[in-house]
């Protein structure tokens, strides 16, 4: 079984620090990282509908994403993918497990959870080991 750490971000400087750790252990390890961007999809503002609301999230995400991906990532002698994915974290986190074997994951203490989701709970639902980034 080879070696794999689920980064999660939201695309703050915070998260940034996480991927950096995730990085340099998987340099390390030679580990695979899977950075996971968790999103909720809540109800469209303006008569906009969910499938445009998804796209212009994914889109967003993707474009953030290739932003770190050239700042952190490339050229790193690493391999990595990228996931966007709608759900609380917890449940993101838990089915990603379930279905892909990961060493560990790396969050960032700072993490933007939504409101029906604290930072504590998330710690507390998630079955894998952590690397908690202050």
Request: contains cysteine.
């Amino acid at each position: 079984m080879s070696s794999s750490i689920l980064c999660v971000i939201d695309f703050s400087e915070s998260s940034r620090k996480a991927v950096q750790w995730a990085v340099k252990n998987a340099r390390t390890y030679k580990s695979h990282i899977t950075v996971l961007y968790p999103y909720r999809l809540t109800r469209p503002q303006y008569g906009e509908n969910i499938v445009a609301l998804r796209k212009k999230i994914e889109e967003e995400a993707n474009r953030n994403f290739q932003i770190i991906e050239n700042d952190l990532l490339r050229d790193k002698d690493i391999s990595y993918d990228f996931k966007t994915e709608v759900g609380f974290i917890a449940d993101r986190v838990e089915e990603h497990a379930k279905n892909n074997p990961i060493n560990f994951l790396v969050i960032d203490k700072n993490i933007r959870t939504n409101n029906k989701e604290s930072f504590d709970d998330l710690v507390a639902a998630t079955q894998v080991p952590m690397v908690i980034i202050p």
